[in-house]
């Protein structure tokens, strides 16, 4: 189980290089193809430059060539990928004492794709405060006919509770959207709401939101306690509705319980 994990860490490390390259490309507008090169100097990097972490390390942080400073995003994204898929694989792509059944390795690629979406739109938004449609729109499409196909393997009723945690959780983005004219939410969080309704179901979704809420208000605190009022104003929701989700699949079912409890007595 540890070799498979180191494994399974090393495949989204190397995923986490890819999506760095991806957001790239997006900044830059172009098409992912052609061979990397340093933003900077435009040097085509060698392929002792093209080890995730592990030549940001040997290089301390610097372009081989030109010396300039590489951005921690870099380093970062691909650690934090490898640490995702880590996650997802000992929750969702479990050997079971049955052996590995192909419907939990489709299940898994799924979540594992979805994660790289989420990571894309993650960043893309903490930079750019902008959700890039060209990355969620085919991850809800993809991920509506994942749950369809459900449908012959499960039934009709969990099809439907996706569809209405879709519809919940983006229609209440879409109520805050349309009263405040776009200045609390932005239009990309009614639709990344789609997409976390999709993935979570019902009550995970709203797990994922008291918990987007939440990690919000306490970062804004903070950043308030650093900057005062010189704060600007827009913060972008998508990292926290992300970070939300990410949370809600993996611990979604105890956070509710846990929910419940404090009411009980
Ligand atoms: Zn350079």
Same mark, same amino acid.
């Given at each position: 189980?540890? *070799?498979?994990?180191?494994?399974?860490?090393?495949?989204?490390?190397?995923?986490?290089? $890819?999506?760095?390259?991806? *957001?790239?490309?997006?900044?830059?507008?172009?098409?992912? #193809?052609?061979?990397?090169?340093?933003?900077?100097?435009?040097?085509?990097?060698?392929?002792?430059?093209?080890?995730?972490?592990?030549?940001?390390?040997?290089?301390?942080?610097?372009?081989?060539?030109?010396?300039?400073?590489?951005?921690?995003?870099?380093? *970062?994204?691909?650690?934090? #990928?490898?640490?995702?898929?880590?996650?997802?694989?000992?929750?969702?792509?479990?050997?079971?004492?049955?052996? $590995?059944?192909?419907?939990?390795?489709?299940?898994?690629?799924?979540?594992?794709?979805?994660?790289?979406?989420?990571?894309?739109?993650?960043?893309?938004?903490?930079?750019?405060?902008?959700?890039?449609?060209?990355?969620?729109?085919?991850?809800?499409?993809?991920?509506?006919?994942?749950?369809?196909?459900?449908? $012959? #393997?499960?039934?009709?009723?969990?099809?439907?509770?996706?569809?209405?945690?879709?519809?919940?959780?983006?229609?209440?983005?879409?109520?805050?959207?349309?009263?405040?004219?776009?200045?609390? !939410?932005?239009?990309?969080?009614?639709?990344?709401?789609?997409? !976390?309704?999709?993935?979570?179901?019902?009550?995970?979704?709203?797990?994922?939101?008291?918990?987007?809420?939440?990690?919000?208000?306490?970062?804004?605190?903070?950043?308030?306690?650093?900057?005062?009022?010189?704060?600007?104003?827009?913060?972008?929701?998508?990292?926290?509705?992300? #970070?939300?989700?990410?949370?809600?699949?993996?611990?979604?079912?105890?956070?509710?319980?846990?929910?419940?409890?404090?009411?009980?007595?």
């Amino acid at each position: 189980m540890i *070799i498979l994990s180191v494994f399974v860490f090393i495949f989204g490390v190397c995923i986490g290089s $890819f999506l760095n390259c991806l *957001i790239y490309r997006m900044e830059q507008n172009k098409k992912a #193809t052609g061979r990397s090169f340093c933003p900077h100097c435009k040097h085509i990097l060698s392929w002792q430059d093209l080890f995730p972490v592990f030549s940001f390390l040997l290089l301390q942080g610097k372009c081989r060539y030109c010396q300039k400073k590489i951005s921690w995003q870099y380093p *970062i994204v691909e650690i934090s #990928t490898g640490v995702l898929f880590i996650f997802i694989f000992l929750s969702f792509g479990f050997v079971s004492d049955f052996g $590995f059944r192909a419907s939990d390795f489709i299940k898994l690629c799924f979540m594992l794709y979805i994660a790289s979406v989420l990571i894309i739109i993650f960043v893309y938004d903490l930079k750019h405060y902008l959700i890039p449609e060209k990355v969620l729109f085919p991850a809800i499409f993809i991920y509506l006919a994942y749950r369809l196909s459900e449908i $012959f #393997t499960s039934n009709f009723a969990s099809f439907g509770s996706y569809i209405l945690a879709a519809a919940i959780a983006s229609g209440f983005f879409w109520v805050i959207w349309f009263f405040s004219r776009g200045k609390w !939410m932005g239009f990309g969080d009614v639709e990344l709401a789609i997409l !976390m309704g999709l993935l979570l179901g019902l009550a995970n979704v709203l797990a994922a939101l008291f918990l987007a809420f939440f990690f919000g208000a306490i970062i804004s605190l903070i950043l308030l306690g650093f900057y005062g009022k010189n704060l600007k104003s827009e913060v972008p929701f998508g990292p926290f509705l992300i #970070t939300g989700a990410f949370v809600a699949l993996m611990w979604g079912q105890q956070i509710i319980q846990w929910y419940v409890q404090l009411f009980k007595i």
